[in-house]
């Protein structure tokens, strides 16, 4: 099997190798974003706002805070965070809180993932340019080379420019799957943060009103314990 690699590589060109860096940089592009999308920045969103609407029902904003500082670096608690701390605030200071916390967010949610259709593009153009390569010593062995040699040289050649193709399409389709399956993932945690924002921004204006429903105190004890 690593004969196999060695050989592929060999017969590749310097142009393999030079994909094979821009594979380097795709794998770690998806490692960071998969990383960051599934562990850093995602959370249980279902369950966490449960616990936050228990705690402002039951008017315990700072203990609704706390919770948020539970997890820092998730995307829903700091824009959650953001809103609580303005709950005894007006709606619209409540909105703007959430929505510059949002601005500063989103950016960090999609950045590097519209890279990869980029490095897609790059590796399908230089596995091309290793095809013409090796299709320019095809015709060189035809027009030029030593009778004996015609059939070495050609053979090298199609090597070349096919080994140059197979690469730089692999490593197209290697971005173009995760690109998809990123960007679906990062949809995802932007609609809950849409979702979820709209639903505390609700909360906090009712309570704010004096609207919201109240918990006899010992029903609250037993959400929050």
């Known amino acids: 099997m690593l004969a196999e690699i060695a050989r592929f590589y060999k017969e590749g060109g310097y142009l393999i190798i030079v994909n094979s860096i821009v594979w380097i940089f ?24 449960a616990q936050i609407q228990k705690l402002v029902m039951a008017n315990n904003i700072d203990r609704a805070i706390k919770f ?18 303005r709950a005894n605030k007006g709606s619209m200071e409540i909105q703007n809180a959430m ?27 230089i596995g ?44 197209a389709i290697f971005c173009m799957v995760f690109h998809l399956l990123l960007g679906n993932l990062t949809k995802k945690i932007l609609e809950e943060l849409d ?11 009712a309570r704010n009103k004096g609207t919201l429903q109240q918990p006899p105190p010992e029903m609250a004890e037993q959400k929050i314990a």
Do not use: H
Not at 112 to 119: E, F, H
Not at 195 to 205: A, D, G, P, T
């Open 26 to 49: 795709a794998i770690a592009i998806v490692a960071d974003r998969i990383f960051s999308l599934l562990f850093r920045y995602n959370i249980n969103a279902t369950a966490f706002m």
């Open 68 to 85: 948020c500082n539970a997890a820092p670096a998730a995307a829903l608690p700091k824009i959650v965070k953001a809103g609580l701390t």
């Open 99 to 125: 929505e510059e916390a949002t601005l500063e967010i989103v950016p960090n949610l999609q950045k590097r993932t519209g890279s990869l259709w980029t490095i897609a593009n790059l590796a399908t153009l």
């Open 128 to 171: 091309l340019l290793g095809t013409i390569f090796g299709l320019i010593s095809c015709f060189r062995a035809v027009g030029l080379a030593a009778p004996d040699q015609k059939a070495r040289i050609l053979a090298e050649g199609i090597s070349e420019a096919m080994n140059n193709t197979a690469y730089g399409l692999t490593i």
């Open 195 to 205: 979702q979820y924002s709209v639903k505390l921004e609700n909360l906090l204006i």
